[in-house]
Structure formats: C-alpha cells, structure tokens
C-alpha cells in the first residue's frame, strides 16, 4: 500500500534558524508530493507540490525536491519566522481513477522570536 | 472566487444519535474528497466522488457512515449512531479533473460525541 513517514515531532526552533523536516514515502505507482500546511485556527492550504523525479517545489521560500532515488520529500527553509509556526503534513497522491491524498502524522513547528 | 466551505464548525452531539455535515465545494470542481482528522489516526481519506461515476467508499471506517453528492455539487456526510471514536475534524477538499490534483480543503467541522 501507499504510505508516508514524517520525522517525529514537535519541533522547537529560533527565528532565522534553519528547518528540514524529513518525509519519506512508499507508494505503488508514481506519485505526486505534495506538503501542507495548517496554521493555527486555519484550514489546511497546500504549501508545495512535486509531480515527478528530481522537480522542486517552492513557496514562501519552503522547498522540497522529489527524490525518487531515495523516496523522499524533505522540506527545507533557511530562514524560519515566528509567523512559520504551524503544523506541516507531508502527502503523495497517486494520478487515476481516486487521487485521494495519503498523509504522514504531520509535525508541529514553533519558531520562538 | 469563494473557497470550500463546510457546515456546522462545530457539532456537539450525544452518543448514539445521527449527525450530517456539509460541504459546498468549489464551483466547477468534479471532485470532492471528505478525510478525517484524529488525533490518534492523524488525517485519513473517507469517501471520494467523481462528477456522475461511483463513488469510491474504500476509507469510510464502518457502516454508520454514508456520504452522498447531490448534482454534482454539495455533499453530505451522514454517520449514524454515533459512537465516541467518531469524534474528530471532518474535512472536505476539492478539486478540478484536470491537473496534478490539487485539492482545496474546507475550513472543518469539528464534531465532538459526548
């Protein structure tokens, strides 16, 4: 079956401090990566995405590269802000007949001023 | 243009009575997916619609849960009899058919089964 394992949480950084958060993934087919995000009080918004091998996506200046080779999706930032501090949820998706999104556990940030 | 949209936020219902939540998904999108969010089994997938074919109950945890998609728009889900467990966020997301299969989450509904 399909799944995603995400690094264990909670996560604890400074401001400007650098952020990986690990995911890997098993999937039957080729899937699509995506990452989540949940800030606090708000709905989940996707943050990035990845549709095949070797693509990076990025946003907000988050990226994560679709390594097939090691079956991960590793999100990184260089910089992290305060406003950063929100629950992160790796996923992957399968292209045909149900797409529905398989998710990791997902992993509480807070980034202290 | 409006987001997905779900109703009520919040649901406080006694156990063994029946609860439907709602979903308006975005205009013109085919898809539409409901998940679930606990805190033990973290977001799970539910049931899945696609325009007018069958749609696929693989995730739906028993029984007491029925979904149904009326035109091709609004969803309800129904769970019957409720039992503790059931408590949880229920999340509904939608999509175009076209794509890499973005999908768009609704805000929640939040359902607590005393």
């Known amino acids: 079956g399909n799944s995603v394992t995400q690094m264990e949480g909670p996560v604890t950084l400074s401001e400007e401090a650098f952020l990986t958060i690990n995911c890997t993934y098993t999937?039957?087919?080729?899937?699509?990566l995506f990452w989540y995000v949940q800030y606090p009080g708000e709905g989940l918004q996707l943050l990035l995405k990845a549709t095949k091998a070797d693509d990076k996506g990025s946003n907000k200046g988050f990226e994560a590269t679709y390594r097939k080779e090691t079956t991960s999706f590793h999100l990184e930032k260089g910089s992290v802000q305060v406003s950063d501090s929100a629950v992160y949820f790796c996923a992957l998706s399968l292209t045909g007949a149900n797409s529905k999104l398989t998710f990791g556990k997902g992993i509480t940030l807070s980034v202290r001023p | 243009g409006a987001g997905v949209s779900q109703s009520p936020s919040n649901k406080v219902t006694e156990k063994g009575k029946d609860v439907e939540l709602r979903c308006d998904p975005i205009s013109g999108h085919t898809a539409l997916y409901w998940y679930r969010q606990s805190l033990g089994q973290g977001l799970e997938f539910l049931i899945y619609?696609?325009?007018?074919?069958?749609?696929?109950k693989s995730g739906l945890p028993s029984d007491r849960f029925s979904a149904e998609r009326t035109g091709g728009s609004v969803s309800t889900l129904t769970i019957q009899r409720t039992q503790q467990e059931d408590s949880a966020v229920y999340l509904c997301?939608?999509?175009?058919?076209?794509?890499?299969?973005?999908?768009?989450f609704g805000p929640g509904t939040r359902l607590t089964v005393l």
């Open positions: 619609f696609q325009g007018n074919s069958a749609p696929d």
């Open positions: 999937a039957t087919g080729y899937p699509s």
């Open positions: 997301a939608s999509s175009s058919n076209w794509g890499y299969n973005e999908q768009f």
